[in-house]
């Protein structure tokens, strides 16, 4: 099993910026690929950025955020900057065995954390 552990989280005025890191622990070895979902009052939980061999955004977050993990430690940060209102979510850490194509749905990670709250006020 493979237990993942978000934090960072936090409240912040619009413009602002946080960054929020996943650790990952258990049987990490064969874990390659990683990814950020989020998921607001109200809606489904939505895919915001992955990485693999390289990375992938959201049109809505793309320029503004930023991912990068630290293969040795297992760790995953999420870079977030230039935050609006409509960012206010539960942020979830995900992972998953190395794919072939960047995987952008919920259904391809087994591995979630328990979500961190970020609130952006206007």
């Known amino acids: 099993q493979v237990q993942l552990v978000e934090s960072g989280g936090g409240s912040v005025q619009a413009g602002g910026s946080l960054r929020l890191t996943c650790v990952a622990s258990?049987?990490?070895?064969?874990?390659?690929?990683w990814a950020w979902f989020r998921q607001a009052p109200g809606k489904e939980r939505e895919f915001v950025a992955t990485v693999a061999w390289g990375t992938q955004y959201a049109d809505s977050v793309g320029g503004r955020f930023a991912i990068s993990r630290d293969n040795a430690k297992k760790l995953v940060y999420l870079y977030m900057d230039k935050l609006k209102p409509e960012d206010t979510a539960v942020y979830y850490c995900?992972?998953?065995?190395?794919?072939?194509?960047?995987?952008?749905?919920?259904?391809?990670?087994?591995?979630w954390g328990q979500g961190t709250q970020v609130t952006v006020s206007s």
């Open positions: 995900a992972a998953a065995e190395a794919g072939r194509v960047f995987r952008t749905s919920v259904s391809d990670y087994p591995y």
């Open positions: 258990g049987r990490t070895s064969g874990i390659y690929d």
